[in-house]
């Protein structure tokens, strides 16, 4: 029996404004985010759980191929999970800036300053790491494809830093290579890919950061046709 569309669909509620209020809300959201820093000196004072939980429903409305939803977003403060978490990924980043990084790529992370040593993931007082799901697993062991897993985590992840950004806390994007470890110590199975480890705190009390500048807006965007 064939379902008529209407019945699984509902209203979409969608609140329009004028050109003036969007152009307000538009640039507020910009000069907010634009101040948004990776920092990578943090205060180990603690953060409110509720903050971070309530950033990761932010990120589960991100849109998904097929609203497969191929995210998990796996959150510790334990500091024996952190310093095991530490050792595995210097393990990696030892090995990236001694034999795997190309000098071309060495010389385009030096004005950054960063090195294979990783304090924060220990100073920082919560880690989260992300899952990308290329299968979905049911109950029952029963398997199914997920689509575009790789994008939607994505998006997934830039409203995860958005709202922890917009809630007052600080993160840093950490992707050791490879990042294979992360699944034994978040203990999440085989089916999930670690996509990203997320550092989330307050920067420290005299955090500096590199003199990096953003592209322009002429930069970045193009008009195709006419206006």
Not at 21 to 49: G, N, W
Request: aromatic residues 8%.
């Amino acid at each position: 029996m064939q379902h008529d569309q209407h019945d699984s669909h509902q209203p979409l509620v969608f609140q329009e404004q004028p050109e003036d209020e969007m152009i307000a809300s538009a640039t507020h959201f910009y000069q907010q985010m634009k101040r948004r820093r990776s920092v990578r000196d943090f205060s180990d004072r603690p953060v409110s759980l509720a903050v971070i939980e309530q950033a990761m429903l932010a990120a589960g409305t991100a849109p998904s191929g097929a609203n497969k939803q191929p995210w998990h977003f796996a959150l510790t403060t334990d500091a024996e999970v952190k310093t095991t978490l530490r050792r595995a990924a210097e393990l990696q980043e030892q090995r990236f800036y001694q034999r795997r990084a190309s000098q071309e790529w060495l010389d385009a992370l030096a004005p950054l300053g960063t090195n294979a040593h990783k304090p924060f993931l220990e100073k920082a007082p919560a880690l989260i790491g992300v899952f990308m799901q290329k299968t979905a697993v049911s109950d029952d062991g029963t398997r199914s494809k997920n689509y575009y897993p790789m994008e939607s985590v994505g998006i997934a992840c830039g409203l995860l830093i958005a709202a922890l950004h917009l809630s007052g806390l600080a993160t840093l994007t950490h992707t050791p290579s490879p990042m294979g470890f992360m699944n034994s110590i978040f203990k999440r199975p085989k089916n999930e890919k670690p996509y990203l480890l997320l550092v989330v705190g307050y920067p420290a009390e005299n955090c500096r950061l590199p003199n990096i500048s953003r592209k322009s807006l002429d930069a970045i965007h193009s008009i195709v046709g006419k206006p």
